[in-house]
């Protein structure tokens, strides 16, 4: 009897684990093999063709005009991590030490935080689209009535300010992520210790420096990490906001669109190169892994020093 109560729990455990793994194998896994090997081939169109071993790799990085394009998008992709690390986790943190300390409406600002994270990406990059339109955009109108008219710009349409207001737009949309991250991470935080520091200091900036920060590391790690692999996966919103080319002039392109274009064409350019798009893709995930690895090393490490 306990040997037939064990296999039907095996059998159960089965159901529920291979769907799942399943899954992943199908979609995850599968693209992921599939895209290494279509880099090592030339390709013609949807026709697989020669073997050309580090070829594609070698044309996405150092023959032109791919090259440039190459670096162009990767330092679209490192301003945005960078800007976004200021912007979105840098507020995003202040937001949460302030709902910790339990303002006025605090209840209520919680909520209206987070809200935007749950919109669609789809959602955000059109209403802002709305927003930042040059002629009866809301941004424009506002600058005009406060008078401020030196502020009303066409934001999307020129070069110097379209990947800002793109970051804009992106830390407006998921600022309640890390916000409601580094907020459980201060709810943990013990209250005899905060007893204690109060004792000592009232200086808000000792606390944070000396007790909130050291122990919302692991909650900083989280999403730090997440905020890497996202700024390098960008592709939604500059695709909605600024179009598959990077509008204007290329100024809001990031490897996410530089990499759609390559493997499948778009309306402007009617190139398609599998081998390249691929090759490219393998160089954005190897990227991707092994600098998420090495940020986790470091800041577990890190967590242990403080």
Known sequence: MPRLR??????????????????????????????????????????????????????????????????????????????????????????????????????????????????????????????????????NQSARAIGLPWLAQPWLGQDSTAIWALIFANAWHMVGFPTLVFLAGMQRIPTEILDAVRMETQSEWVKIRKIVWPLVAPSATVVFVLLFVGAFNWFELPYIMAGLDGSPYGSTDVLGLYFYRTAFGNVSSGQQNFGLGSALAVLIFVFIAAVASVITVRLRAREIQI
Request: no cysteine.
């Open 6 to 139: 064990l296999t039907g729990r095996g059998m159960w455990i089965t159901a529920l684990i291979v769907p799942p793994l399943a899954f992943v194998a199908l979609f995850i896994i599968y693209p992921i093999i599939s895209a290494f090997a279509y880099a090592f081939y030339d390709w013609q169109g949807l026709l697989r063709g020669d073997f050309v071993w580090f070829d594609n790799f070698h044309k996405v990085l150092f023959e032109e005009p791919y090259a440039s394009w190459t670096r162009n998008a990767f330092g679209h992709n490192i301003i945005v991590f960078f800007a976004l690390m200021v912007l979105q986790n840098g507020v995003g943190f202040l937001l949460a030490y302030a709902l910790w300390r339990e303002l006025p409406g605090a209840r209520f600002h919680r909520i209206a935080v987070f809200l935007p994270v749950v919109l669609s990406t789809i959602i955000v990059g059109y209403l802002w689209k709305l927003f930042l339109h040059p002629l009866f955009g809301v941004v």
